[in-house]
């Protein structure tokens, strides 16, 4: 049996601070015990945890998590593909099609071709977080 996901329209993240796993796991369409899977495989994913280990999601965590599951499910990558993309210079940023091929291929994407995109999207970010502080 193969299992084919296509591309899904995932719903707005709401402004708020923390997001428990259920939340996240509805933001995102992945289950909760994937995202504790996750956890372990990806260092960058640092719940906040409360009483009863209860997870609590910030938001920049949850766009990690969307990031992490358009690398595995939309993307194809492994584990390991998807820990390496994450953890390379502008990883976390979309990556063009043209960088998908050349990763296939082996041949690293070019540095200045992932910079704008990643300054981008990082500003893109930033302003939304500044917004949800109220400043």
Request: glycine content about 8%.
């Amino acid at each position: 049996m193969t299992a084919t996901i296509e591309k899904v329209v995932l719903p707005p993240i709401p402004a708020k601070r923390y997001f428990t796993i259920g939340e996240v796991s509805e933001l995102c369409g992945v289950k909760p015990h994937v995202l504790r899977y996750w956890e372990q495989e990806f260092t960058q994913l640092r719940p906040v945890k409360r009483r009863g280990n209860r997870r609590y999601y910030q938001h920049h965590e949850v766009l990690l998590i969307r990031r992490i599951r358009e690398l595995l499910y939309e993307q194809g990558f492994t584990i390991n593909g998807a820990r390496n993309r994450l953890d390379s210079p502008g990883g976390g940023a979309r990556a063009a099609p043209a960088d998908v091929v050349e990763e296939a291929e082996g041949a690293a994407a070019p540095a200045a071709a992932t910079a704008a995109v990643d300054v981008e999207q990082l500003r893109k970010e930033l302003l939304h977080v500044i917004d949800l502080l109220g400043h």
